[in-house]
């Protein structure tokens, strides 16, 4: 475990409320997870990213924290947190949790103080304002959540409104108030001394809003989230003053060594985004807009170059295809496709996170409206461990997939050509090759089904379209694959022409004297990582 060990990583979501139920009472735990870790290990994740175990109300399913130090009775209590941490680390697994630092629940001691009344010393903690001269919204602010309408709520016991960007059980809280800052900067510690390995910091770029709480331009006042307007900027997120607030945190992560910090940071215009990572502050970021794209390989290739394009050399962008925010992978672009899409997340030059079960290709299963709590449900149904469902010997908080009898774990761990082998397959590689640690990244002009790429001296070619296509990949005759999305390719194939089924993605290892791109300067690739190959 050892130097900037996240440039390569492969990071795997587990929502703990579906991964693993040891207790029986249908809500996944963290003893549960502890006691699935061997099947991380066999993926070959370098760490496991938590999303929210603490204490909640749940009005928005852990996003809504009333302790930051401790574990909700439903997961379980910090020594099984901690034996969690020691069963991860023994098996070189390492441990990012996720951090909430925009907002609290409105039951957490700090809001019930601070809402108790206008002179209480906690008042300031929280986004207070008095209402409009209608008596309405201080603002124009938006909560990101289009249920819940304007940003604000009344407070009637103090006549004023706080701001919430998410429900009204998460209130915003303050940073401009140092004692915000100081309170969370104890938070980080208390986790870091239990040995985690990194934080994922939700909606990194909200932690800072206008002072004087100005009203949206009118241009971007719809926008419930970031909105890409050439001038106008929002007053509600995206302000210089957050990476005050990053870099403080990225001084508290490099005084323990070897740890990190991944931003979530929906933000749609690649320089802004590019912003939140690879300084001083954030080490990476989701790359959000690689998971927005429809199947299409020119769609891909301009996302991920539009990013590449704006990135400083040496940073890396997060590529994952499926969160607890969104629909499945499978759901989105069809099983078929899961394969191709598995090996461009895999060796894209960028930290990967595979979601929980997007190795078995689990789908969406929205459960039936009345039943749907959160309207995310469906991407955050049980995991589906064996043809019984392995998740709970109790009633799941989720109903199961209907597929879970054959999408599942048991059934895929032996069958060299299941999903789960193909990311297996994948990640492997990925650790023992340095062209995909290591390596820049290029894309290659190819026919419009194909996404092609080097990366060092790999090829990827990766076909988005039902139907075979060949190709003349320029400046080479022969690639011997090195993986493939079908068992039966393998040895040294035809560049002239390279012909990829239906489906199919390869890697393909080229001969150094041949290389397409031979313009390029030698081998250093844009975004090579010569300069960082020791830790
Ligand atoms: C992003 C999280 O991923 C999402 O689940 C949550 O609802 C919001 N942030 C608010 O915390």
Redesign the pocket.
């Known amino acids: 475990m050892s130097g900037q060990w996240w440039r390569d990583a492969v990071l795997y979501q587990i929502y703990p409320r579906s991964f693993a139920d040891s207790d029986g009472d249908g809500i996944g735990d963290l003893p549960g997870i502890t006691a699935r870790l061997d099947h991380v290990a066999q993926l070959g994740a370098d760490a496991i990213w938590l ?1 929210p175990f603490y204490p909640s109300p749940q009005a ?2 852990g ?2 924290i009333s302790d930051y130090e401790s574990v909700d009775p439903v997961y379980g209590t910090l020594d099984d947190f901690d034996a969690m941490v020691t069963a991860a680390h023994s098996r070189g697994i390492r441990v990012v949790i ?1 951090i ?1 630092m ?2 609290t629940s409105d039951e957490h001691p700090w809001f019930l103080e601070s809402r108790s009344d206008r002179t209480n010393p906690k008042r300031d903690w929280y986004i207070w304002a008095d209402p409009a001269p209608d008596g309405g919204p201080p603002n124009n602010w938006l909560s ?2 289009e249920r819940c309408g304007t940003a604000w709520k009344l407070d009637a016991a103090t006549g004023q409104y706080y701001l919430h ?2 429900t009204p059980g ?1 209130p915003d809280l303050n940073w401009r108030n140092p004692d915000v800052h100081a309170a969370m900067h104890k938070v980080w510690q208390f986790w870091l001394d239990r040995g985690v390995d990194g934080f994922r910091i ?2 990194a770029h909200r932690l800072m809003k206008d002072p004087q709480l100005r009203d949206n331009p009118p241009e971007v006042a719809h926008a419930r989230r970031h909105f890409s307007h050439p001038v106008v900027r929002q007053r509600n997120l995206d302000l210089p003053e957050v990476h005050d607030v990053l870099r403080d945190l990225r001084v508290v992560l490099d005084g323990y060594g070897d740890r990190f910090a991944l931003g ?1 940071v ?1 933000i749609s215009d690649d320089a802004r985004l590019a912003t939140y990572f690879g300084g001083d502050g954030m080490q990476t970021a989701f790359h959000i807009a690689f998971w927005e794209q429809p199947w299409d390989a020119r769609a891909f290739r301009r996302c991920i170059d539009g990013l590449v394009a704006r990135t400083r050399t040496d940073a890396l962008p997060t590529y994952a295809l499926s ?3 969104i629909s499945r992978t499978v759901s989105r672009y069809g099983i078929e496709h899961a394969p191709v899409a598995a090996m461009m997340m895999l060796t894209l030059r960028g930290v990967a996170c595979v979601y929980y079960g997007e190795e078995i290709g689990m789908a969406d299963a929205p459960p039936a409206l009345e039943q749907d709590v959160d309207g ?1 449900d469906g991407q955050r149904t049980p995991m589906q461990w064996d043809a019984t469902g392995g998740f709970t010997t109790g009633n799941p908080w989720l109903p199961l997939a209907a597929d879970q009898h054959v999408v599942n774990v048991a059934a895929q761990a032996d069958d060299p050509g299941s999903l789960l082998n193909l990311y297996r397959r994948l990640i492997a590689y990925r650790r023992g090759s340095e062209d995909l640690r290591r390596g820049g990244y290029v894309s290659l002009d190819s026919p419009a089904e194909v996404f092609a790429y080097r990366r060092g001296d790999l090829l990827v070619a990766l076909n988005f379209a039902d139907h075979p296509v060949a190709f003349d990949v320029p400046g080479d005759a022969a690639g011997r694959v090195e993986v493939s999305t079908r068992l039966d390719r393998e040895g040294v194939v035809s560049m002239r022409p390279l012909e990829l089924e239906a489906c199919e993605g390869v890697v393909l290892r080229l001969s150094v004297e041949n290389l397409p791109g031979q313009n390029l300067p030698g081998q250093n690739l844009p975004g090579q990582d010569a300069a960082e190959a020791a830790p």
Do not use: I, L
């Open positions: 999303s928005d399913f996003y809504d996720d909430v925009n907002h990101a959540f960007s998410f998460q939700d909606v979530e929906p969160t607890h925010d995310r």
